[in-house]
């Protein structure tokens, strides 16, 4: 594999970009609007974080500080949040806030940080005591969100609350666990309504009906990261959590396709207009390579199945088009509801009719994310 290819493509990334048009950013830029303050640039920007921890080139941090740093005013107000929305997703940046308030003691960072955890103090809540996903989602808990939220919630928390919340963060991971795992394949659903009234939602169990590949990477990563971001390593909490995220990794692999990606409705391979998507098979690439790098996982064939799915990606969806680099195979979206979008069912049907781009940052985040990992195994 020619990894000047995908330095070149990065490097593309952040100098084809402005300040307020990321080239990553698809959904703005079909909307023909600027880049506020959203998970999809959060992504990016974690990305290109882990890569100057590895790396050590300044790049890839003097791009994320001042990409953050002209979003937020010296009295730590973020331009373009708005906290009434009560959106778990706009949670997510505020990790890449720790990283650079780390690297920068930019005390503007301090004080955005804080007003990110003011949200998480009052979020509304489930009658099980897990988040919300948005106000616009009332009662409702998507695999999305514990990767939004959780794993910020933990660091802020270990960082400046000395892990009072500690019983908090497992329990609603504990919850996902208990309500929207399916015991016959191991996976997850993808969304669950407490009150049991969306229409996608099963009037018994309040699930929706399919297992969506990059809710189930969100999820992955929610489980990685607050394991590593957690204070009380070995404690039996902490260990149940991390058979969860070994759990989901050995269930993942029964469905990995020859090529080495996953579908986009994982459990339904070559069904329908069903497709090996990037995005997903990205983040379990990442998690598979570092969770074995780090320990928690045991097995050498999982490190060689992420090695697998990433190179699966770079064969089938890295590509040049008219001398341009591009990465394919990406879902743009995907959702449940609200009730003015019928369409949103959580059907096969509807997860097979999003929008499929190049180089969302959705995508490309997490692309980057497994190929620091691939770097660091020297490959």
């Given at each position: 594999m020619d990894t000047n290819v995908i330095d070149q493509y990065i490097n593309e990334l952040m100098t084809k970009s402005t300040m307020d048009i990321p080239i990553w950013n698809i959904e703005k830029a079909r909307s023909g609007s600027k880049s506020g303050w959203d998970y999809i640039d959060g992504c990016m920007i974690m990305a290109l974080l882990e890569m100057y921890e590895t790396s050590g080139n300044r790049k890839f941090f003097e791009f994320a500080d001042k990409y953050e740093d002209y979003r937020i005013s010296e009295d730590g107000k973020i331009d373009g949040y708005n906290k009434n929305e009560w959106n778990i997703d706009n949670i997510n940046g505020g990790k890449n806030l720790i990283t650079l308030w780390r690297l920068t003691k930019k005390e503007k960072y301090r004080l955005a940080l804080a007003k990110l955890y003011e949200q998480l103090e009052n979020q509304p809540r489930t009658t099980e005591g897990n988040?919300?996903?948005?106000?616009?989602?009332?009662?409702?808990?998507?695999?999305?969100?514990?990767?939004?939220?959780?794993?910020f919630y933990m660091e802020y928390d270990e960082l400046f609350n000395?892990?009072?919340?500690?019983?908090?963060?497992?329990?609603?991971?504990?919850?996902?666990?208990?309500?929207?795992?399916?015991?016959?394949?191991?996976?997850?659903?993808?969304?669950?309504?407490?009150?049991?009234?969306?229409?996608?939602?099963?009037?018994?169990?309040?699930l929706s009906k399919n297992f969506w590949l990059r809710s189930l990477g969100w999820f992955s990563m929610a489980m990685l990261d607050t394991l590593v971001k957690a204070g009380d390593k070995g404690s039996e909490n902490w260990n149940h959590l991390k058979n969860m995220f070994v759990d989901l990794q050995k269930?993942?692999?029964?469905?990995?396709?020859?090529?080495?990606?996953?579908?986009?409705?994982?459990?339904?391979?070559?069904?329908?207009?069903?497709?090996?998507?990037?995005s997903g098979t990205a983040i379990f690439a990442y998690s598979l390579m570092k969770g074995f790098r780090l320990q928690l996982l045991d097995a050498p064939e999982m490190q060689g199945a992420g090695v697998k799915a990433f190179k699966g990606i770079c064969k089938k969806y890295l590509n040049t088009d008219s001398g341009t680099l591009h990465l394919g195979g990406i879902c743009l979206v995907a959702g449940l509801g609200p009730e003015k979008s019928p369409r949103r069912?959580?059907?096969?049907?509807?997860?097979?009719?999003?929008?499929?781009?190049?180089?969302?940052?959705?995508?490309?985040?997490?692309f980057i994310l497994a190929y620091n990992e691939f770097n660091l195994i020297g490959n």
């Open positions: 988040f919300w996903h948005k106000a616009i989602y009332p009662n409702q808990v998507w695999l999305d969100g514990l990767y939004m939220g959780q794993p000395g892990g009072k919340n500690r019983d908090d963060i497992y329990r609603q991971f504990f919850n996902v666990e208990k309500i929207m795992r399916d015991k016959e394949t191991g996976l997850y659903f993808h969304g669950y309504d407490s009150a049991k009234k969306m229409f996608w939602a099963d009037k018994q169990t309040g269930s993942m692999l029964k469905f990995q396709d020859e090529s080495g990606m996953w579908f986009q409705v994982p459990n339904r391979a070559n069904e329908g207009k069903n497709y090996l998507e990037t069912d959580g059907s096969f049907e509807y997860y097979m009719s999003e929008p499929i781009v190049n180089d969302d940052a959705k995508g490309v985040g997490p």
